[in-house]
């Protein structure tokens, strides 16, 4: 079975501070790993993901993460936020033996402050 | 290109009516996989439709059923509707020719139960 632990479930910041939002997984076999953002009343929106290969992984909006086989971690960071980035993210994982089947995490909040 | 849709945007139903909500796929895009979340929480797997065939399921139970039409779009019918069904369903579509199987998110439908 395939799990996400989201461990923050708010993350307050101020405005042009780094941030990282912490993802932890759990899998007997190889994953694929993704972020994901929404905006308030929205769909869900990819920021990255994880095939295999290099472990940092850039996205959009200025997002990366990097996977951390050894930790089963795959942290979303990014080095200065602005008021925009203000939103719900969800780290999500399928595993190859589980179909096209995401499991996400319970999600956590980024709150950006001026 | 087009991205995912999803039809209606809202909608309240009573308790132990049915309800049909639509979605259509994006472009190019030959898979339709439905997600429940519920308000605080992450998605939660419900199907996913191949070939307008049900190819995988997650924990729920049948009164939660769906098809996939030869246009790719699909439906999700939940019957007897519970108090606890009042969520955000979200439709994703993904094409099989991606290794990874990436999956796009529609903006979703808020169904409210009373």
């Known amino acids: 079975a395939q799990s996400v632990t989201q461990l923050d479930s708010q993350v307050p910041v101020f405005e042009e501070a780094p941030v990282e939002l912490r993802c932890n997984y759990s899998?007997?076999?190889?994953?694929?790993l993704f972020w994901y953002v929404q905006y308030p009343n929205q769909g869900l929106q990819l920021l990255l993901k994880y095939l295999s290969g290099s472990t940092l992984v850039k996205g959009i909006n200025g997002f990366e993460a990097e996977f951390n086989k050894s930790q089963t971690s795959f942290h979303l960071r990014k080095p200065s936020v602005h008021i925009s980035d203000t939103a719900e993210y969800f780290c999500?994982?399928?595993?190859?033996?589980?179909?096209?089947?995401?499991?996400f995490g319970g999600g956590t909040r980024l709150m950006v402050k001026p | 290109e087009t991205g995912v849709t999803q039809s209606p945007t809202h909608l309240i139903k009573t308790r132990g009516q049915q309800v049909t909500l639509r979605c259509s796929s994006q472009?190019?895009?030959?898979?339709v996989s439905w997600y429940q979340q519920a308000l605080g929480q992450g998605p939660q797997f419900i199907f996913q439709?191949?070939?307008?065939?049900?190819?995988g399921r997650g924990n729920f139970p049948p009164r939660f059923s769906g098809l996939q039409f030869p246009n790719y779009s699909s439906e999700l019918n939940v019957n007897a509707l519970e108090l606890d069904d009042s969520a955000l369903y979200l439709c994703?579509?993904?094409?099989?020719?991606?290794?990874?199987?990436?999956?796009?998110f529609g903006p979703g439908t808020r169904l409210l139960v009373l």
């Open positions: 472009s190019g895009h030959n898979t």
């Open positions: 899998s007997s076999v190889s994953v694929y």
């Open positions: 439709y191949y070939r307008e065939e049900e190819n």
């Open positions: 994703a579509s993904s094409q099989t020719w991606d290794p990874v199987e990436t999956q796009y």
């Open positions: 999500a994982v399928r595993s190859a033996n589980a179909g096209n089947m995401l499991t």
